[in-house]
Nanobody
């Protein structure tokens, strides 16, 4: 079984920075995409940033230039550096890994427990 553990959320003033981390443990053959999602009250869960196993990253338009996703394949971990935070970034942030348990097995999604990010104006 694979377990994802997140850390790094909190309360910050607008313009400030936070860094989220997520690390996986358990039996894995490979991790394809590593993703960060967020969900604000009353809203659908939104893909914020994604990074492939090769290190190619992409972002939702609203965070481009402010957020940076990075991964450490040796540690099975991903970080999200969030700068110039805005009140509209307030949400619960979830990491998501697309994992292949064995070489020939199917891919499966795993999720972190979520961490609250609150940006005050």
């Amino acid at each position: 079984q694979v377990r994802l553990v997140e850390s790094g959320g909190g309360l910050v003033q607008a313009g400030g920075s936070l860094r989220l981390s997520c690390a996986a443990s358990g039996t894995m053959f490979s991790i394809d995409a590593m993703n960060w999602y967020r969900q604000a009250p009353g809203n659908q869960r939104e893909l914020v940033a994604t990074i492939t196993s090769g290190g190619s990253a992409d972002y939702v338009d609203s965070v481009k230039g402010r957020f940076t996703i990075s991964r450490d394949n040796a540690r099975n971990s991903v970080d999200l550096q969030m700068n110039t935070l805005k009140p509209e970034d307030t949400a619960v942030y979830y990491c998501n890994f697309v994992v292949r348990a064995t070489r020939w097995g199917t891919k499966r999604d795993y999720w972190g427990q979520g961490t609250q990010v609150t940006v005050s104006s």
